[in-house]
């Protein structure tokens, strides 16, 4: 099966900067590959589904990219309710499998 | 608007089994692929169980033989029976839901609590 990899597993950050996360595939993988947000006692998010594509009410702050192993998550402008940990996930024969996190805190 | 709620959470001893149940309100069970992903504090989600809108099943191989996902579309409920469970399976259990046009998890109900002692 195809295992995910995330870095920085912290990012320490500013409102207004911009955050990039990567998330690697141990293997080449289509574009099903998606992002989620979280929160403290909360449950995931969806933020973006195939690669790049905004889950409806998502602010445009937020895009991904990539292909084969390597995508990214980019917050254009980090704001103060960005501060969250972030998961990428990827499907491919009928598994599912999410990264370890990425956290973003406070400077 | 769609909710998904949980229930059947608790604790039991290892080799036990809980019955974990999903209700549905705002899509048919029937419509989208429904699954069970859990989640240990401090670490990342994890894809348990899905049932795919035609019916196909799957589950991840540390639950292999011992899970068994179902719907009931009547009810409009999804279930996660669990059998000969370990410390290993503690964890929140979130129902979800996605569909093959996003092949994530788009909606989430608020998690039910299963614990198994080691």
């Known amino acids: 099966d195809t295992q995910m990899t995330q870095s920085p597993s912290t990012v320490s950050a500013s409102v207004g900067d911009r955050v990039v996360i990567t998330c690697r595939a141990t293997q080449s993988i289509s574009n099903w590959l998606a992002w989620y947000q979280q929160k403290p006692g909360r449950a995931p998010k969806l933020l973006i589904y195939?690669?790049?594509t905004l889950q409806t009410g998502v602010p445009s702050r937020f895009s991904g990219s990539g292909s084969g192993t390597e995508f990214t998550l980019t917050i254009s402008s980090l704001q103060p309710d960005d501060f969250a940990t972030y998961y990428c996930?990827?499907?491919?024969?009928?598994?599912?499998?999410f990264g370890p996190g990425t956290k973003v805190d406070f400077k | 608007e769609v909710e998904l709620v949980e229930s059947g959470g608790g604790l039991v001893q290892p080799g036990g089994f809980l019955r974990l149940s999903c209700a549905v309100s705002?899509?048919?069970?029937?419509?989208?692929?429904m699954n069970w992903v859990r989640q240990t504090p401090g670490k990342g989600p994890e894809w348990v169980s899905t049932i795919f809108s035609g019916g196909g099943i799957h589950y991840t191989d540390s639950v292999k033989g011992r899970f068994t996902i179902s719907r009931h579309t009547s009810q409009n409920m999804v279930y996660l029976q669990m059998n000969n469970l370990r410390p290993e399976d503690t964890a929140v259990y979130y129902c979800t839901t996605c569909d093959s046009g996003r092949l994530a998890f788009d909606l989430w109900g608020q998690g039910t609590v299963v614990t198994v002692p080691s």
């Open positions: 996930q990827q499907y491919s024969g009928y598994v599912f499998t």
């Open positions: 195939r690669t790049s």
């Open positions: 705002g899509i048919r069970v029937s419509d989208k692929h």
